[in-house]
């Protein structure tokens, strides 16, 4: 009988020796997949727990906070008590939809100790009472970005404005806009409902117009047109006699002026007017790969490095821009150029910086908890761009648009401010033009750079970026000058 | 009686680890959540260490050359249970739960102690065998019966009388062992003899399938009446187990997983609950917002817990939701504790079960060795089955952790066992010292 006894005992610890497998397999070799399953809770249920850190602006307002729940399984509610105003950068912070913007690239930092989230971290500061993330200071100013929405008021469109020497971006501002809390909300069905709301909505408010839309640049492309002929050694004083169109080689359909009008001259001249016929003979003679190489100078066909996610910049191929017409059509912006609003503001930017483009950034700082400072964002060049002397000439002649051209409606008295308007026409109706305005001011040593864009801007006869979107960078540019003082 | 002593000693010291981890545990998962110390900690810590001092004494004083390891590997699987079951007792909103538990405790004790005054020799149980199958079909039957018996989860496994409610199975199990080591001991002979050929294969009389049949029909009764998949098989695997090291014939082996693959695909076939427990082990996925979530979360929990565990109370196995204390504290363990712990548990169920049969080769007489043999294999099958179908091994059988789920019926049942197997021990160290050494009661494995 013992040999039976020892084989049924054999048979059961073999059992156990299958059961010891099975949880190794779990507990090791699969645990990770397992644990980070879209279905399992707990990590999304430890990070709740958790009291997030805050997002506060560069003048110390919150944008976003958590508060202790009175109850449920979430023990932290995120509030952003400026409802929409800052949601396409904050993001929002939803159980079932993720996390955007801010909320998700620092999302380690909000959450606490700055690195990999581990379970047993989670678990440590779980256990500690008081315990919080950290608050992530942005280079945002509040009353910038108040200024920026209320300039734009209800059109749809973007205002992106940076320091041009750190690349810290004031304000960026995108319309329509949403409010993250109800997103955020505990309640899974009001998130839903939210989440169905606004992707329903035919004007898109979940997208940042000023980062994630590629538009069309217009005539305020004309400044990189510009600098690729600076830069390729074609003066300033290039000047092609006065044209009603112009036709460019090997084609039959010629390219008109806006309006219909005659222009002519010199570069200054031709950027002052926006003269089409001009810059688009100057594309079409730039000698090959001229204006991509300076385009990409500037950024295009790269996502900035900025801490939030940015659509890359298109410009056209270079075996396109080997057709005369296709190199015409793009150096006057049209064609198949198109950008963020944040890489207009950032050309801006490299002409206002001596032709340095900064790497675009919206935190300055995290803290910890007790406010001391663990982590600060230096400012860095992205590119040279372009010559400073190429930067110089290029200014002078913005001055000139905003003095006696296209862009005096943004004209504010006393100080020189470098501007370039831009109107583009998409599609044939009208209804999706769109106005232009970059600048930079003061001129001499530029505090801000801005892009303004406006959307379904209308009739291009008379909606144009002179008249629609200049006023709206001059009432930033105003608000920046009262808050910066200079 | 100096073997005696040492063993005693040595049991004696194990206890207190067993006891330290119970305290320890106990006071970790209280600071976990609330960095103050537990109000009553105190008196609990007394209350275990003088319900395994009570124990430790009335073994030395009832059975003084018994085996020191069953009663330590016991407390400290139970003190594991207990930690656990103090830590969920408020996320499940079960409070008073670990009181019950501790209560239940010295209920499992005083019950051992008990088996070990009542049954001074164990071949005396033998001669009541009939008394202990008929005592254990109807232990079975009883939640059954109109008035008393109790539906909890889908299964009917319950009996309650006044405040008290109890599962009649757990305790069923062991009388029904004890039956069938009487019986088999007394026929084995009989049962063992081929009669007739088929093939290879010789068949015993078919009259002497009668233990097998009853064992056949009994799980099916229960089964069928209680929805308690878990017991059912336990029961069978049981049954044929004691049948095969009784009579040592292949025929038995052969016919019962034959009859086990006909039972199954039939019971699948009939019975949706079956079939759905087998569909969510194949795919627990699935099926997670249903039938699923409980496997799936047992998952996520071992996962989650990985090699060392989240730690006591910072895990989520409450996320397991019911039964989370009972079925799946296995889960809860390894979330907690993780691989480390668990391994750390199913090693003291592995050194239980080697240390059972280990007693029942050295047992001087077939029903003891039967009797040993049967009640080692009922705890080892019992959590097998039920920490494979936490990790989905197997299909889930809703049925208890031995010593470490929550649970009087589950603790008092496998107390009784301890009791009865530090009975054999103490009889077989002592006619060890005593008479010479023979075939029967010679060290199997080394000795100690």
């Known amino acids: 009988m013992n040999t039976q006894i020892r084989r049924v005992a054999f048979a059961v610890l073999l059992m156990f020796a299958a059961v010891f497998l099975k949880l190794n397999w779990i507990q090791l070799v699969r645990a990770e997949e397992l644990a980070n399953h879209p279905s399992n809770t707990r990590l999304l249920l430890k990070e709740y727990a958790i009291a997030r850190g805050a997002i506060l602006t560069s003048d110390n307002q919150i944008l976003a906070q958590s508060k202790k729940t009175p109850q449920g399984e979430l023990k932290y509610l995120r509030l952003y008590e400026q409802g929409p105003l800052f949601a396409h950068i904050t993001g929002y912070y939803s159980v079932r939809f993720g996390r955007t913007g801010i909320e998700r690239a620092f999302n380690s930092e909000l959450v606490g100790k700055g690195g990999v989230i581990t379970i047993q971290d989670l678990g440590d500061r779980l256990t500690s009472e008081g315990e919080r993330g950290d608050d992530v200071v942005l280079s945002i100013d509040s009353r910038m970005q108040q200024a920026a929405a209320q300039a734009l008021g209800s059109r749809r469109g973007a205002v992106v404005a940076l320091e041009p020497s750190s690349g810290r971006i004031i304000a960026m501002y995108s319309s329509p806009n949403f409010d993250p809390n109800p997103l955020s909300q505990h309640s899974a069905d009001g998130q839903k409902q939210a989440w169905q709301s606004l992707n329903a909505d035919a004007a898109k408010p979940l997208l940042s117009r000023a980062t994630g839309s590629i538009y069309a640049p217009g005539s305020t492309f004309k400044l990189v047109t510009a600098a690729a002929a600076l830069e390729s050694g074609r003066g300033p004083d290039t000047t092609f006699g006065d044209a009603k169109e112009y036709l460019p080689p090997q084609t039959d359909k010629p390219m008109g002026n806006f309006g219909g009008s005659t222009c002519g001259g010199d570069m200054a001249q031709a950027l002052k007017v926006s003269c089409n016929t001009y810059f688009a003979r100057l594309g079409a003679e730039l000698p090959r790969g001229a204006l991509e190489k300076t385009a990409r100078a500037f950024g295009f066909g790269e996502r900035p490095p900025l801490e939030t996610t940015v659509a890359a910049s298109r410009l056209p191929t270079g075996e396109q821009l080997k057709s005369p017409a296709f190199a015409a059509q793009s150096a006057i912006g049209q064609f198949d150029v198109a950008a963020t609003p944040l890489q207009m503001a950032l050309v801006a930017a490299g002409i206002g910086n001596g032709g340095n483009v900064p790497e675009p950034r919206l935190v300055i700082e995290v803290r910890d908890s007790r406010g001391k400072v663990i982590d600060q964002v230096d400012s860095k060049i992205w590119r040279q761009a372009v010559s400073s002397q190429t930067a110089d000439t290029l200014k002078q002649m913005m001055i000139a648009v905003v003095e006696d051209g296209t862009g005096q409606a943004a004209a504010i008295g006393g100080v020189a401010i470098a501007g370039k308007t831009g109107t583009a026409q998409v599609g044939a109706t009208g209804e999706d033009n769109l106005a232009w305005f970059v600048a930079f001011a003061p001129a001499d040593s530029p505090k801000i750079a801005l892009a303004v864009v406006v959307e379904g801007a209308g009739d291009p006869r008379s909606e144009t970026g002179g008249r629609l979107a200049a006023p709206i960078a001059k009432k930033v540019l105003e608000a920046h000058r009262g808050v910066a003082g200079w | ?448």
Not at chain 2, 99 to 125: E, N
Not at chain 2, 139 to 158: K, Q, S, V
Not at chain 2, 199 to 219: D, K, Q, T
Request: with cysteine.
């Open chain 2, 1 to 448: 009686m100096i073997n005696g002593h040492i063993r005693r000693n040595t049991e004696a010291s194990l206890l207190l680890l067993a006891l330290v981890v119970a305290v320890g545990g106990y006071w970790l998962t209280a600071l976990a959540k609330k960095p103050t110390i537990p109000a009553g900690v105190i008196g609990y810590s007394v209350l275990i260490a003088s319900t395994y001092a009570a124990a430790h004494f009335a073994i030395r004083k009832l059975a003084p050359s018994a085996d020191p390891l069953f009663l330590p590997l016991a407390a400290l699987l139970n003190a594991i249970g207990f930690v656990l079951i103090s830590r969920l007792e408020g996320p499940i909103g079960s409070p008073g739960l670990a009181a019950a538990q501790s209560r239940w405790l010295v209920v499992g004790v005083i019950a051992m102690i008990a088996t070990l005054f009542v049954v001074r020799d164990l071949r005396s149980l033998a001669r009541l065998r009939y008394t202990f199958a008929l005592a254990g079909v109807l232990l079975l039957l009883l939640p059954t019966l109109p008035g008393i018996g109790r539906e909890i989860n889908g299964a009917r496994l319950w009996v309650q009388l006044g405040p008290l409610s109890f599962q009649p199975a757990e305790i069923g199990k062991i009388a029904l062992v004890v039956f069938f080591a009487g019986y088999l001991a007394e026929r084995r002979e009989l049962l063992a003899v081929a009669t007739r050929r088929i093939g290879p294969i010789g068949i015993p009389a078919m009259r002497h399938f009668g233990p097998l049949l009853l064992a056949w029909g009994v799980s099916l009764l229960v089964m069928i009446n209680q929805k308690d998949l878990g017991s059912s098989l336990l029961f069978f695997a049981i049954f044929v187990a004691m049948l095969w090291m009784a009579t040592a014939r292949p025929a038995y082996l052969i016919f019962g997983t034959g009859i086990f693959v006909v039972g199954a695909l039939a019971a699948s076939a009939l019975f949706s609950h079956v079939q759905s427990r087998i569909l969510v082990w194949r795919d627990p996925f699935q099926y997670i917002d249903g039938r699923g979530y409980q496997v799936v979360q047992s998952l996520f929990a071992l996962s989650t817990g990985g090699v060392w565990g989240t730690g006591l109370g910072l895990g989520r196995p409450d996320l397991i939701r019911f039964s989370v204390h009972t079925d799946f504290i296995f889960s809860a363990l390894g979330e907690e504790l993780g691989l480390a712990g668990a391994t750390a548990a199913l090693t003291a169920y592995a050194l239980f079960v080697a240390r059972g049969f280990g007693l029942a080769t050295r047992c001087g007489d077939d029903f003891r060795k039967l009797l040993v043999a049967g009640l080692t294999a009922a705890l080892g099958i019992q959590t097998a089955l039920i920490v494979g179908g936490v990790t989905q091994l197997i299909p889930l059988t809703g049925i208890t952790l031995p010593f470490m789920s929550y649970g009087g019926s589950s603790l008092l049942s496998n107390m009784i066992l301890v009791g009865l197997l530090l009975r054999a021990s103490d009889e077989v160290a002592t006619s060890e010292s005593q008479g010479p050494l023979t075939e029967f009661n010679m060290p199997a494995g080394g000795g100690r």
